[in-house]
């Protein structure tokens, strides 16, 4: 039975999965990534492992959803990205410091540790 806690879990994960995607398609859209010019490769790199936390992110909430027995490995793989990927990217907000995005990232990190706590608590008690 999928309790309310892993339906949040995986919808939580789909959201930020895919606007994590939308995010970044949404900068290069509107020539927003000035490090393609200035630090191509660098850049090219981190929006590798932004693709890859998204995608991590979107498959771990279809397996939570579907009640699939790998899908905590996949979700704990996922978080350990998003968590690092939060805290890497929260870091071009505060120079300027943008209050707005420094907001979002700092809820982030927030529901991101509470949601995996929830799950480290399901995972201990599956075990």
Same mark, same amino acid.
């Given at each position: ?8 879990? =995986?919808?939580?994960? @789909? ?5 994590? =995607?939308?995010?970044? @398609? ?8 000035? &490090?393609? &010019? ?8 981190? %929006?590798?492992? &932004? ?5 991590? @992110? ?5 397996? @939570? %959803? ?16 998003? %968590? ?21 990232? %700092?809820?982030?990190?927030? =529901? ?10 399901? =995972?201990?008690?599956?075990?």
């Amino acid at each position: 039975m999928l309790t309310k806690q892993t339906k949040v879990t =995986a919808i939580f994960n @789909l959201v930020v999965g895919a606007s994590m =995607a939308l995010m970044w @398609l949404m900068f290069y859209v509107t020539d927003s990534i000035p &490090e393609l &010019e200035t630090a191509p490769y660098d850049i090219a790199m981190h %929006l590798i492992a &932004e693709g890859i936390t998204a995608g991590l @992110l979107i498959a771990s909430g279809v397996l @939570l %959803l579907k009640q699939c027995k790998k899908a905590l490995f996949i979700y704990f793989i996922a978080y350990g990205a998003l %968590l690092y990927s939060i805290v890497n990217s929260s870091g071009y907000f505060l120079d300027p410091f943008d209050v707005a995005m420094t907001a979002m990232f %700092l809820i982030l990190i927030i =529901a991101s540790t509470i949601l995996t706590v929830i799950m480290i608590r399901k =995972a201990l008690k599956t075990d």
